[in-house]
């Protein structure tokens, strides 16, 4: 009986030797893995933090993105109204430029209006009195000089202007040139004793 008691006993303290090592190589690997498991949560606290703070950074750049798009939103909308204006005053400026070549249309041609009247009022009439006074006083020249027939003086009163009238409306109709008769006359006169006319 004290024999098989003491192997009981003996068994026990085996057993109980083999669980307390079981136990300590459980605890210990147990331990192990704890360790092992802090680092890795350290690692990845480590890790979520780092994404955190990139998240504020974009957070941050998101916020600034916003800022300067709202900012080139209001840009925009000013420079609308600037184009909008400048095409407002584009408009006006081209009616105001067609109103003013209308006008100014409108008064050229009243100018020519008025030149044509005057013109063909007494200008007109002046001129045709100063050539006709000059081609009389060319022609009493040529008369003169002896190169277009001079008018015919009746022996009883004075001179018949209408026979010179007659022979200059003729020499006017055959379209006879006066400088070529000038020339014409000159030669047949005076060619011998001088060069030219002049």
Do not use: Y
């Not at 331990?31 to 092992?36: N, T």
């Not at 430029?97 to 063909?120: G, I």
């Amino acid at each position: 009986m004290a024999d098989t008691e003491a192997r009981l006993k003996n068994d026990i303290r085996q057993k109980q030797q083999e669980a307390f090592e079981k136990i300590g190589a459980v605890e210990q690997q147990a331990e192990l893995r704890s360790a092992e498991a802090s680092r890795r949560l350290g690692a990845l606290d480590l890790r979520m933090s780092g994404v955190q703070g990139g998240l504020g950074e974009h957070k941050r750049d998101i916020l600034k993105l916003r800022e300067e798009v709202n900012g080139l939103t209001v840009k925009s909308a000013s420079h609308e109204v600037d184009i909008q204006k400048n095409s407002d005053a584009v408009r006006k400026m081209e009616k105001q430029r067609n109103m003013d070549e209308q006008n100014w249309k409108a008064q050229m041609d009243a100018v020519h209006d008025v030149l044509d009247t005057k013109v063909n009022e007494k200008p007109f009439e002046d001129l045709k009195h100063c050539v006709a006074s000059l081609t009389k006083g060319v022609v009493k020249f040529a008369q003169v000089v002896g190169v277009f027939p001079g008018p015919k003086f009746d022996d009883a009163e004075g001179a018949d202007h209408g026979e010179a009238d007659v022979e200059l409306l003729g020499w006017e109709e055959c379209a006879e040139n006066m400088s070529f008769r000038v020339d014409k006359a000159w030669r047949q006169r005076c060619s011998q004793r001088f060069r030219n006319i002049l």
